[in-house]
């Protein structure tokens, strides 16, 4: 199969990948442009895999003779995520080819143990199986991967995070808990993605149903969840959500918000109490819309320069 076909599925994991998760395309070989062939010695004429995976990013677009001449060698990429490598292997054949033998899929870290190698082996087999049962007849990988690997790996690395600190969500209770602190909160999640029709009404229920929450969620891959309201209410919310099942759900901060904050996005906010928004640029516009952009810049999520 050609280049082409694995840099479009390669693209689509990319643009799912979670602030701190990276992918990396092994560079010891070079594409050439003459002969339809690849030079495993590489040449100065030619692309590295990165080069030609860049230029295709940014232009949609690969040169023909490159597409073609990628038939002759299998693909390598890498996802490092919370201290794993996902190594991946693409044969030539790959995807027409759903094969064992045109996919390999291993996980790589130093922490693991034997018990772990087998735990995600098992895992990655189990996800690969479910993958092929999809109705999608093209993208085999990244359903493996960004449905079910990466939100295991990141839902493994939350729960050894909670089991080391043996805290639960400090910022929420002690801010709570706290006689001095303003009555109007907010608070913000993070998951892996945010599809299910159910959990996206729920939210809206949750948000209409209360008499101070106003807020959004951003649906698709990756998922944020941002409300506002009396700490009440914000507390009630915030357990709802993790009374659902999520995969990768991360509390990224439940706090009081600055009267001032509290002014400023009440002038700026837009729209009804709950709003669906389907891009990342969006939430950055919707966030300082009401002075609050920092609290997502400073997480990695969107790009634009963060207040201090």
């Known amino acids: 199969m050609t280049l082409l076909a694995k840099f479009e599925e390669i693209l689509l994991i990319r643009d799912t990948l979670l602030p701190g998760e990276v992918i990396r395309l092994e560079d010891d070989i070079t594409l050439c442009d003459d002969h339809n062939r690849t030079s495993p010695s590489g040449q100065s004429s030619g692309l590295t895999l ?21 038939y002759y060698l299998p693909l390598t990429f890498d996802i490092i995520t919370h201290g794993i490598t996902i190594n991946v292997t693409l044969q030539p054949s790959y995807p027409d080819d759903w094969s064992d033998e045109a996919i390999s899929i291993n996980l ?11 735990h995600w082996k098992d895992a990655i087999d189990a996800a690969v199986v479910d993958a092929r049962s999809r109705d999608d007849d093209r993208y085999l990988v990244f359903h493996a991967l960004c449905d079910t690997v ?8 939350e729960q050894r ?7 639960a969500d400090p910022p929420l209770n002690q801010s709570l808990e706290n006689p001095c602190s303003s009555e109007y909160f907010h608070t913000l999640f993070t998951s892996h993605h945010l599809v299910s029709t159910q959990k996206r009404k729920s939210l809206s229920n949750w948000c209409s149903g209360s008499s101070t929450l ?3 969620a951003k649906v698709g ?3 944020i969840i941002y409300v506002e309201g009396s700490k009440e209410e914000v507390s009630d919310f915030t357990q709802n959500v993790k009374s659902m099942q999520w995969l990768a759900l991360r509390l990224r901060f439940a706090e009081a918000l600055l009267e001032e904050e509290r002014s ?18 969006e939430v950055v516009d919707e966030m300082r819309r009401m002075g609050r952009e920092k609290y997502i810049l400073d997480l990695g999520i969107g790009s634009g320069p963060s207040r201090t």
């Open 50 to 70: 990165s080069e030609a995976f860049d230029a295709y990013r940014t232009s949609g677009h690969l040169d023909p003779k490159l597409d073609s001449a990628q």
């Open 108 to 118: 790589r870290s130093g922490e693991f143990s034997k018990v772990d190698h087998k």
């Open 150 to 157: 990466l939100p295991q790996i990141a839902n493994d690395a």
């Open 161 to 167: 995070m909670q089991n080391a600190t043996m805290l």
């Open 214 to 216: 106003r807020g959004y």
């Open 221 to 223: 891959y990756p998922g």
């Open 264 to 281: 400023a996005g009440a002038a700026g906010s837009q729209g009804g109490r709950w709003k669906e928004l389907e891009k990342v640029g």
